[in-house]
Protein backbone atom coordinates (compact mmCIF):
# COMPACT_ATOMS: atom_id res chain seq x y z
CA UNK A 1 0.00 0.00 0.00
CA UNK A 2 1.33 3.61 -0.75
CA UNK A 3 1.86 5.91 2.26
CA UNK A 4 -0.26 8.80 2.62
CA UNK A 5 -0.53 11.25 0.03
CA UNK A 6 -0.86 15.06 0.42
CA UNK A 7 -1.98 17.53 -2.24
CA UNK A 8 -1.47 21.05 -0.35
CA UNK A 9 -0.39 23.24 -3.77
CA UNK A 10 -3.64 23.12 -6.03
CA UNK A 11 -2.82 24.36 -9.39
CA UNK A 12 -6.52 24.02 -10.53
CA UNK A 13 -6.77 27.25 -9.59
CA UNK A 14 -4.32 28.63 -12.02
CA UNK A 15 -5.87 27.72 -14.91
CA UNK A 16 -6.50 29.85 -18.04
CA UNK A 17 -9.28 28.30 -18.64
CA UNK A 18 -12.02 26.31 -18.32
CA UNK A 19 -15.44 24.78 -20.57
CA UNK A 20 -17.43 21.80 -21.19
CA UNK A 21 -16.87 19.96 -23.79
CA UNK A 22 -20.62 20.07 -24.74
CA UNK A 23 -22.23 23.23 -22.80
CA UNK A 24 -23.97 21.61 -19.97
CA UNK A 25 -23.59 23.16 -16.82
CA UNK A 26 -26.71 24.23 -14.69
CA UNK A 27 -27.54 27.93 -14.13
CA UNK A 28 -26.07 28.97 -10.90
CA UNK A 29 -23.77 25.86 -11.00
CA UNK A 30 -21.15 26.68 -13.25
CA UNK A 31 -17.56 25.20 -13.66
CA UNK A 32 -16.11 28.94 -11.94
CA UNK A 33 -17.51 27.31 -8.82
CA UNK A 34 -15.18 24.42 -8.45
CA UNK A 35 -12.73 27.02 -7.09
CA UNK A 36 -14.95 27.92 -4.37
CA UNK A 37 -14.33 26.63 -0.85
CA UNK A 38 -17.90 27.05 0.22
CA UNK A 39 -19.16 23.59 -0.60
CA UNK A 40 -22.56 24.27 -0.98
CA UNK A 41 -21.19 26.28 -4.52
CA UNK A 42 -21.05 23.47 -6.93
CA UNK A 43 -20.76 22.70 -10.46
CA UNK A 44 -23.77 20.71 -11.94
CA UNK A 45 -24.54 19.10 -15.14
CA UNK A 46 -27.73 16.89 -16.30
CA UNK A 47 -25.98 14.83 -18.38
CA UNK A 48 -25.28 11.55 -16.92
CA UNK A 49 -23.59 9.78 -19.72
CA UNK A 50 -20.55 11.75 -20.46
CA UNK A 51 -20.18 15.10 -19.63
CA UNK A 52 -16.36 16.53 -20.07
CA UNK A 53 -14.57 19.46 -18.44
CA UNK A 54 -11.84 20.77 -20.01
CA UNK A 55 -9.00 22.92 -17.84
CA UNK A 56 -6.25 24.57 -19.78
CA UNK A 57 -3.14 26.60 -18.21
CA UNK A 58 -1.08 29.04 -19.91
CA UNK A 59 1.63 27.26 -18.99
CA UNK A 60 2.91 23.21 -18.53
CA UNK A 61 2.49 22.17 -15.02
CA UNK A 62 3.26 19.02 -13.14
CA UNK A 63 0.54 16.99 -12.23
CA UNK A 64 0.40 13.38 -9.97
CA UNK A 65 -2.52 13.76 -8.04
CA UNK A 66 -6.22 14.70 -8.88
CA UNK A 67 -9.42 14.99 -6.37
CA UNK A 68 -12.76 15.63 -6.53
CA UNK A 69 -14.05 16.84 -3.22
CA UNK A 70 -17.62 16.75 -1.81
CA UNK A 71 -19.50 15.12 -4.88
CA UNK A 72 -22.72 13.26 -5.47
CA UNK A 73 -20.85 10.25 -7.19
CA UNK A 74 -22.68 7.19 -5.99
CA UNK A 75 -22.02 3.28 -6.93
CA UNK A 76 -21.87 2.72 -10.53
CA UNK A 77 -20.36 6.15 -11.45
CA UNK A 78 -16.99 6.39 -13.46
CA UNK A 79 -14.58 9.50 -13.49
CA UNK A 80 -11.73 9.43 -15.93
CA UNK A 81 -8.71 11.81 -16.30
CA UNK A 82 -6.71 12.41 -19.21
CA UNK A 83 -3.74 14.68 -19.05
CA UNK A 84 -1.97 16.14 -22.66
CA UNK A 85 0.78 18.66 -23.24
CA UNK A 86 -1.28 21.65 -25.36
CA UNK A 87 -4.43 23.36 -24.69
CA UNK A 88 -5.95 22.47 -27.63
CA UNK A 89 -4.55 19.17 -29.67
CA UNK A 90 -0.93 18.08 -28.32
CA UNK A 91 0.02 14.81 -27.36
CA UNK A 92 -1.53 12.34 -24.23
CA UNK A 93 0.88 12.01 -21.69
CA UNK A 94 -1.47 9.89 -19.22
CA UNK A 95 -5.11 8.57 -18.76
CA UNK A 96 -6.10 7.04 -16.01
CA UNK A 97 -8.83 4.89 -17.35
CA UNK A 98 -12.63 5.56 -15.84
CA UNK A 99 -12.00 4.43 -12.27
CA UNK A 100 -15.20 3.19 -10.95
CA UNK A 101 -17.22 4.09 -7.58
CA UNK A 102 -17.69 0.64 -6.10
CA UNK A 103 -19.79 2.38 -2.92
CA UNK A 104 -21.72 5.42 -1.45
CA UNK A 105 -23.30 5.64 2.11
CA UNK A 106 -26.75 6.15 2.73
CA UNK A 107 -27.98 9.23 2.65
CA UNK A 108 -28.36 11.36 5.70
CA UNK A 109 -31.92 10.90 7.37
CA UNK A 110 -34.48 13.72 5.65
CA UNK A 111 -32.36 13.61 2.47
CA UNK A 112 -33.34 11.41 -0.36
CA UNK A 113 -29.69 11.74 -1.82
CA UNK A 114 -25.72 12.80 -0.76
CA UNK A 115 -25.58 15.82 -2.94
CA UNK A 116 -24.52 19.38 -1.90
CA UNK A 117 -28.09 19.73 0.22
CA UNK A 118 -26.86 17.47 2.29
CA UNK A 119 -23.41 18.16 2.55
CA UNK A 120 -23.33 19.88 5.92
CA UNK A 121 -25.03 16.66 7.29
CA UNK A 122 -22.65 14.24 6.46
CA UNK A 123 -23.56 13.97 2.42
CA UNK A 124 -21.29 13.56 -0.49
CA UNK A 125 -18.54 11.65 -1.55
CA UNK A 126 -14.62 12.23 -2.46
CA UNK A 127 -12.32 10.51 -4.95
CA UNK A 128 -9.12 10.85 -6.46
CA UNK A 129 -6.42 9.12 -8.11
CA UNK A 130 -2.85 9.58 -8.04
CA UNK A 131 -0.30 8.28 -10.65
CA UNK A 132 3.60 8.71 -11.31
CA UNK A 133 3.98 12.74 -12.17
CA UNK A 134 3.52 14.12 -15.34
CA UNK A 135 5.07 17.27 -16.39
CA UNK A 136 4.13 19.42 -19.35
CA UNK A 137 0.60 19.43 -18.87
CA UNK A 138 -1.09 22.16 -20.83
CA UNK A 139 -4.98 20.10 -20.85
CA UNK A 140 -6.55 18.42 -17.97
CA UNK A 141 -9.77 16.27 -19.47
CA UNK A 142 -12.58 15.24 -16.45
CA UNK A 143 -15.14 12.93 -17.85
CA UNK A 144 -17.47 11.80 -15.63
CA UNK A 145 -20.69 8.92 -15.60
CA UNK A 146 -23.29 8.54 -12.74
CA UNK A 147 -26.37 6.82 -14.46
CA UNK A 148 -29.52 6.47 -12.07
CA UNK A 149 -28.17 9.55 -10.01
CA UNK A 150 -31.40 10.09 -7.83
CA UNK A 151 -30.27 14.26 -8.15
CA UNK A 152 -30.61 13.83 -11.88
CA UNK A 153 -27.26 15.47 -12.29
CA UNK A 154 -23.59 15.26 -11.81
CA UNK A 155 -22.90 17.43 -9.15
CA UNK A 156 -19.27 18.58 -7.59
CA UNK A 157 -17.96 21.20 -5.65
CA UNK A 158 -13.45 21.07 -5.63
CA UNK A 159 -10.82 20.17 -8.24
CA UNK A 160 -7.59 19.69 -6.77
CA UNK A 161 -4.79 18.61 -9.09
CA UNK A 162 -1.35 19.25 -8.26
CA UNK A 163 1.59 16.98 -7.06
CA UNK A 164 1.53 15.45 -4.48
CA UNK A 165 4.17 14.80 -1.22
CA UNK A 166 4.29 11.26 0.07
CA UNK A 167 6.67 10.55 3.04
CA UNK A 168 9.19 7.92 2.95
CA UNK A 169 7.73 6.88 6.53
CA UNK A 170 3.76 6.28 6.48
CA UNK A 171 1.72 7.35 9.23
CA UNK A 172 1.41 5.28 12.53
CA UNK A 173 -1.72 3.09 13.28
CA UNK A 174 -4.16 4.09 14.93
CA UNK A 175 -5.00 7.03 12.71
CA UNK A 176 -8.60 7.89 12.91
CA UNK A 177 -11.35 9.85 11.64
CA UNK A 178 -14.52 11.28 13.71
CA UNK A 179 -17.64 12.51 13.20
CA UNK A 180 -18.18 15.96 14.72
CA UNK A 181 -21.98 16.48 15.27
CA UNK A 182 -23.08 19.69 16.89
CA UNK A 183 -26.48 18.54 17.32
CA UNK A 184 -27.83 19.43 20.71
CA UNK A 185 -30.50 18.21 23.16
CA UNK A 186 -32.67 20.07 25.83
CA UNK A 187 -34.76 17.53 28.57
CA UNK A 188 -38.41 19.57 28.50
CA UNK A 189 -39.67 19.92 32.20
CA UNK A 190 -42.49 17.10 31.30
CA UNK A 191 -39.13 15.09 30.44
CA UNK A 192 -39.01 14.73 27.07
CA UNK A 193 -36.01 14.70 25.00
CA UNK A 194 -35.91 18.03 22.74
CA UNK A 195 -33.57 17.63 19.99
CA UNK A 196 -32.21 20.46 17.66
CA UNK A 197 -30.79 19.00 14.53
CA UNK A 198 -26.98 20.55 14.02
CA UNK A 199 -24.51 19.85 10.89
CA UNK A 200 -21.94 17.03 10.86
CA UNK A 201 -17.89 17.09 9.85
CA UNK A 202 -15.35 15.35 9.62
CA UNK A 203 -12.01 15.55 11.12
CA UNK A 204 -9.06 12.47 10.77
CA UNK A 205 -5.72 13.18 12.59
CA UNK A 206 -2.53 10.83 12.94
CA UNK A 207 0.79 11.00 13.86
CA UNK A 208 4.36 10.69 12.14
CA UNK A 209 6.58 9.04 14.79
CA UNK A 210 9.27 7.94 12.98
CA UNK A 211 9.86 10.76 10.25
CA UNK A 212 13.87 11.28 8.63
CA UNK A 213 15.31 14.32 8.11
CA UNK A 214 13.65 14.70 4.63
CA UNK A 215 10.14 14.28 5.93
CA UNK A 216 10.68 16.04 8.71
CA UNK A 217 12.26 18.91 6.22
CA UNK A 218 8.88 18.56 3.81
CA UNK A 219 6.07 18.58 6.17
CA UNK A 220 8.48 21.77 7.79
CA UNK A 221 7.78 23.41 4.19
CA UNK A 222 4.21 22.51 4.19
CA UNK A 223 3.16 24.18 7.28
CA UNK A 224 4.79 27.29 6.56
CA UNK A 225 3.70 27.38 3.40
CA UNK A 226 0.28 27.06 3.76
CA UNK A 227 -0.46 27.01 7.83
CA UNK A 228 -3.88 26.57 9.15
CA UNK A 229 -5.41 29.03 6.30
CA UNK A 230 -5.00 26.75 3.34
CA UNK A 231 -7.09 23.73 2.77
CA UNK A 232 -5.56 20.63 1.67
CA UNK A 233 -6.76 16.88 0.28
CA UNK A 234 -5.28 14.10 2.09
CA UNK A 235 -5.44 10.26 1.58
CA UNK A 236 -4.44 7.57 4.09
CA UNK A 237 -5.25 5.07 1.60
CA UNK A 238 -4.41 6.33 -2.50
CA UNK A 239 -5.02 4.93 -5.19
CA UNK A 240 -5.75 5.09 -8.93
CA UNK A 241 -8.36 1.72 -8.65
CA UNK A 242 -11.73 1.26 -7.91
CA UNK A 243 -12.91 3.88 -5.33
CA UNK A 244 -13.83 1.82 -1.95
CA UNK A 245 -15.68 2.38 1.34
CA UNK A 246 -12.08 2.43 2.83
CA UNK A 247 -11.01 5.22 0.26
CA UNK A 248 -14.05 7.58 1.14
CA UNK A 249 -13.86 7.14 4.87
CA UNK A 250 -10.13 7.81 4.91
CA UNK A 251 -9.73 10.77 3.05
CA UNK A 252 -10.36 14.46 3.58
CA UNK A 253 -10.76 18.41 2.21
CA UNK A 254 -9.69 20.01 5.36
CA UNK A 255 -7.24 22.82 7.14
CA UNK A 256 -4.82 22.12 9.70
CA UNK A 257 -6.40 22.58 13.15
CA UNK A 258 -3.58 22.68 15.08
CA UNK A 259 -0.20 24.30 15.14
CA UNK A 260 2.89 21.81 13.97
CA UNK A 261 4.80 20.63 16.59
CA UNK A 262 7.82 18.50 15.78
CA UNK A 263 9.75 16.70 18.09
CA UNK A 264 13.37 14.84 18.19
CA UNK A 265 12.52 11.59 19.98
CA UNK A 266 15.36 10.10 19.02
CA UNK A 267 18.94 10.75 17.02
CA UNK A 268 17.30 11.62 13.39
CA UNK A 269 14.19 10.80 14.10
CA UNK A 270 11.33 13.25 14.37
CA UNK A 271 7.62 13.16 15.24
CA UNK A 272 4.74 15.22 14.83
CA UNK A 273 1.06 14.72 15.19
CA UNK A 274 -1.56 16.52 13.00
CA UNK A 275 -5.48 17.16 12.71
CA UNK A 276 -7.06 18.05 10.08
CA UNK A 277 -10.91 19.29 9.48
CA UNK A 278 -13.36 19.44 7.14
CA UNK A 279 -13.54 22.51 5.19
Avoid: C
Avoid at 89 to 111: C, E, K, Q, R, S
Avoid at 188 to 207: C, Y
Avoid at 228 to 253: A, D, R, W
Amino acid sequence: MSNLRILYKNIFDDHSGAAMSVPGSVIGHQLSNLKDDQKAKTWRSVDLSSPKMIITWASAQEISGVALAFTNLIAGSTFQITLYDDPAAGTLLHDTGAIPVTYNYDPPVGFDSIGSASFAYGGGAHVSAFFNSVSGVERMEIELTSAGNPDGYIEISRIIAGKFWEPNENADYGAKTDFIDTTTGMRTSAGDLITDRGTITRAMEFSMQAMDAQDKAALNNLFRSIGKSQPLFISLVPGNGPITEEQLSQQIYGKLDQDLSVTLPFFQRYSASKRIVEV
